[in-house]
């Protein structure tokens, strides 16, 4: 009788455990801790959210012309594409978690009536587990945490993966606007040469001929500034695509970049 208690109480405290809740973290911190170890900055506690919704709270990252530090920020907190990886990961987590716990046992309830004249009925109660999934639950679990581990570190790869490429998107888009400010200069001055050149051919001053070079030559810088300003608008837009907001809101880059440092004045700089 003793040992039967204590096998049942065996059963019961193995059964139960398959009744707790699923932990609101959802592996969130490993990834933030594992990217700012490997140099990533800005990194959300929770994944990214909707910013087409105002309550987004990102209207003041736009306020003011971004920075590469704001953008790779924005990006974090609205890239569809990495709110996709941050769905893996819950879906990862609440795997290992099932796979950690038991199915939840079943209890039966049995009464067996007899036609006996004043026989009292007999009254069954019964725990019915599977020890099937008892034995595998070691093997599921190492297999579901080994899962969860490497979506945590894809998760942190796709962090610094984005990072990078908002910044280089960042710089492209700068050059790129820059490169069509200096093609639209160079054209406006192409046709003020042409002009000119026009008004010395009507005054006799040069032939035709030089006309027709000065006239194709402000052709030729016309061409060349619609296609920076094409490149200008594809990388605004690739950038824009990273960052993962509405078309319809408005955000803009500095015109030029800083000046690189001319020498660096950290204390940890070795002396020369």
Known sequence: ???????????????????????????????QSASMERGASGVPEAGPRNCD??????APLLADALTAEVAVRIALLCNPALAAEYARLGIARAEAFRAGHINNP???????????????????????????????????????????????QLLAGSVLTLAARVKSAYYALIGAEQAATLRNAAAAAAHVSADLAMSFHAAGNIAARELALEQAAAAQADGAARGARNTALDARAELQRLLGIAPDLTWRVPDTLPLPVAECTSPDSPAR
Request: aromatic share 2%; proline share 2%.
């Open 53 to 58: 919704d105002q309550a987004a709270g990102i």
């Open 1 to 31: 009788m003793q040992r039967h208690r204590s096998c049942t109480t065996l059963v019961l405290a193995l059964t139960l455990a398959g009744c707790a809740s699923v932990p609101a973290d959802h592996g969130l911190a490993d990834v």
């Open 106 to 152: 079943a209890l039966t309830v049995s009464a067996l009536d007899t036609n006996a004249e004043n026989a009292a009925a007999q009254l069954g109660v019964g725990i019915v587990q599977s020890f099937t999934s008892l034995i595998l639950r070691g093997p599921r679990q190492r297999l579901a945490e080994g899962e969860l581990l490497r979506t945590e």
